[in-house]
């Protein structure tokens, strides 16, 4: 069964730092493509960012470029999304997700439960 | 950015009614569109891949058409157990980006 375990979320002040796991199993991790997707609270999904099977191509959406970034560890099959100068438009539920092919940005199925990620002073 | 307009933003409709929900993209994305359904509280599902195949294990009333610019997801039969948001997305072009929703409950 695939199984992907989100860590991580909680609450921060703004311009403070996060980092997000997910650690998955259930299939061959660097056969595929990871994505984080965020849901900010009541409102619909944003994809934030994805990264290669390899981890050599790594992609990002604008409002979180040079602030965020996507990793992954295929020993450990986790990934990350390290989560640096928050800021509260960043709060929302953070999903990792698996992507249909190696290279990535398709589709996602399945998806983690999600981590709540909440910036508030 | 590919904008994606899903309609409506909400519905409601009798068990058994046959369910339609829209999704237009601002340019192009020949059949690169998927639809995911969300249950309140839970991570979303992927329903449909590439416009219209069923992923698999995915009841047969669920169906998807469409190329270009506009798409189209039908719920043939609407079940008590389909109430969730139902959202589009696009793989033609980076930033992914995804439909506003459509919510769906029961009349």
């Known amino acids: 069964e695939v199984q992907l375990v989100e860590s991580g979320g909680g609450l921060v002040l703004p311009g403070g730092s996060l980092r997000l796991s997910c650690v998955v199993s259930?299939?061959?991790?660097?056969?595929?493509?990871m994505s984080w997707v965020r849901q900010a609270p009541g409102k619909g999904l944003e994809w934030v960012s994805a990264?290669?099977?390899?981890?050599?191509?790594?992609y990002y959406t604008d409002s979180v470029k040079g602030r965020f970034t996507i990793s992954r560890d295929n020993s450990k099959n986790t990934l990350y999304l390290q989560m640096d100068s928050l800021r509260a438009e960043d709060t929302a539920v953070y999903y990792c997700?698996?992507?249909?092919?190696?290279?990535?940005?398709?589709?996602?199925?399945?998806w983690g439960q999600g981590t709540l990620v909440t910036v508030s002073s | 950015d590919i904008q994606m307009t899903q309609s409506p933003s909400s519905l409601s409709a009798s068990v058994g009614d046959r369910v339609t929900i829209t999704c237009q993209a601002s340019?192009?994305?020949?059949?690169?569109l998927n639809w995911y359904q969300q249950k309140p509280g839970k991570a979303p599902k992927l329903l449909i891949y590439d416009a219209s195949n069923l992923e698999t294990g995915v009841p047969s009333r669920f169906s998807g058409s469409g190329s270009g610019t506009d798409f189209t997801f039908t719920i043939s039969s609407l079940q008590p157990e389909d109430i969730a948001t139902y959202y589009c997305q696009q793989y033609d072009n980076l930033p992914l980006t995804f439909g506003g929703g459509t919510k769906v409950e029961i009349k």
């Open positions: 340019q192009d994305i020949s059949n690169f």
């Open positions: 997700a698996k992507d249909a092919t190696v290279l990535g940005a398709n589709w996602f199925d399945p």
């Open positions: 259930g299939f061959t991790f660097t056969s595929y493509a």
């Open positions: 990264i290669s099977g390899g981890g050599d191509d790594t």
